[in-house]
């Protein structure tokens, strides 16, 4: 059995993170959990288990992430996304939507935004999340959340010094 808890995992751990828009309610945090212990239970690459665990944080975020040393091929990952994507469909939300941002409103509630409405929504203060840290270690300083002009997101908008 490759399924593990996070806080066995290594910081070097690969992390994917995907963005949930909308927000799950608990009946769909519980569904979603229950779908991705059955998938990490029985993932593999090249017929060897991946050594994987998972989080949903604040109903807006499911990470999962495979020890550094155990072999993720190709093949592995694409079942890890078609799984994403299955759950998507199931679930009525999104998870792969490269063009939402996720960011913390005014009131510090994670909201979600499309790419042309963050930029006229946002700061260089605004509080943003990084989906696409790599390393379970981002997630466990809490560098995948920080301002907007600490992050790639500064990009997309005009950051002012």
Do not use: Y
């Not at 499911?62 to 020890?67: F, M």
């Not at 490269?98 to 510090?108: P, T």
């Amino acid at each position: 059995m490759a399924k593990t808890e996070l806080d066995r995992l290594s910081d070097d751990a690969t992390v994917w993170i995907f963005g949930i828009a909308p927000s799950l309610d608990a009946r769909g945090s519980e569904t979603l959990l229950r779908n991705v212990d059955a998938f990490l239970e029985q993932w593999t690459a090249h017929n060897v288990p991946v050594t994987a665990a998972r989080d949903l944080r604040e109903s807006r975020f499911l990470v999962v992430a495979a020890e550094a040393d155990t072999e993720k091929s190709g093949c592995s990952i694409d079942k890890l996304f078609g799984f994403v994507h299955a759950a998507e469909k199931a679930l009525g939300v999104s998870m792969l939507d490269a063009n939402q941002i996720f960011f913390r409103d005014a009131n510090g509630v994670i909201a979600s935004a499309t790419r042309s409405e963050f930029v006229g929504a946002a700061s260089a203060s605004t509080v943003v999340f990084d989906t696409t840290a790599e390393r379970l270690a981002d997630l466990r300083s809490g560098a995948w959340e920080r301002p907007a002009r600490e992050s790639w997101h500064a990009q997309l908008i005009a950051v002012s010094a």
